[in-house]
């Protein structure tokens, strides 16, 4: 973890988090500027640090909007929030459809159905790389098991799973990917992430709506393809983006959960001790992973009119960005946030996820429910983990992820 002590850090740049987050960084923002100016491509924004701003943020929609300007920090022109919108970039009411739609798929009764499934993939893969002995942590455990998991729901062939694990990847870092990767034509600012994966898993989206428009299956995409709103479908374009956010969110922030998770076991052998001990902590210990490994850096929302927020006055059409990375170790709300303990108290809630409000995770409880079953098949397996070489980080501000993560795992 980084040790950097200026608050003066570039907060958006990649290598700021080449070490993982840079926790004193945010500690002193939280002290001495909790609503704090600072540049980014040469236009402001409001960079909000505590936990209770966050939250205050979140669940007032009506003021700062996810729609007027999206979600990432560069500014965009109409043009390209209208190619790259999906349910993350919208208000109500168009956010309400969206989720109604989405949200059968995810509900506890469904996702209680995907856990044979999780079961079987997680107790496979970690028989493998203790098999195995020397494994990479992430192409071993962290990066198969959500995307394996989401393409089962999604009904998506399983030799496609590697395939759309790098497109994922490229979403996060496309360097050295040419423009017309993927037969892509679209200019690359039109495209989310600017990345030409996109297009590819647009076009593999598409392909996947006319299959089982004509050839039905039991899977999320049947279910997409059959949902109803006041009576209207999905249409292609918010189709395309729903795949989209699925295949993306479904893999990248559940795998970065993990591959920190396990890090964070690594680091503190007493936790996973006490977790083997007392496998009751289990639900406790998913919780403190997602809230360690915080997943999603932070978030965009542009206010739509004059506000105030913690006495800092806020404009119309200023950006208000939110930083889930410093909000989940703030020390007014997290006993020591600095330790990974998992007996840690449930409440106050971490908010990797976004805090209670019409924007939570739509994929929250499968997110929880993967972690869960991990865990819960590595206490059966007595499985350990012993790091075996330099952790790489992605090259990232957004996403804190862990690229490869050398070590060596055994069981009983």
Known sequence: ????????????????????????????????????????????????????????????????????????????????????????????????????????AFTSHKVKSYEDVTRDIATQLLRDAAEQGSVDVVQSISAPLPIRVIINILGVPEADAAMLVQWSDELIDSTGVPADAYGNTTPLELLPFSAPASHALFEYGRKMREERTRNPKDDLTTALVDARYEGEALSDYDFKNMFHVLVFAGNETTRTAISNGIQAFVENPDQLDLLYARPELVENAVEEIIRWATPVLHMRRTATQDTELAGVPIKEDDKVVIFYASANFDD???????????????????VSFGAKGPHHCLGAPLARMEIRVLLEEMIKQGTRFEQAGSIVRTNSSFVNGIAAFPAIVTSR
């Open 1 to 104: 973890m980084s040790t950097t002590t200026n608050a003066g850090v570039d907060i958006t740049d990649p290598a700021t988090y080449a070490n993982g987050i840079p926790h004193s960084v945010f500690a002193e923002m939280r002290r001495t500027e909790p609503i704090a100016r600072r540049m980014y491509a040469e236009r402001p924004f409001w960079a909000v640090t505590r936990y209770r701003d966050l939250v205050t943020v979140t669940r007032d929609p009506r003021t700062y909007s996810n729609a007027r300007g999206m979600t990432n920090l560069p500014d965009l022109t109409e043009e390209q929030m209208n190619a790259r919108r999906s349910i993350i970039d919208t208000d109500a009411p168009d956010h309400v459809r969206l989720r109604k739609l989405g949200i059968p």
């Open 332 to 350: 007014e709300e997290f006993t020591d946030p600095l330790r990974f303990d998992i007996t840690r108290p449930v409440k106050p809630p971490q």
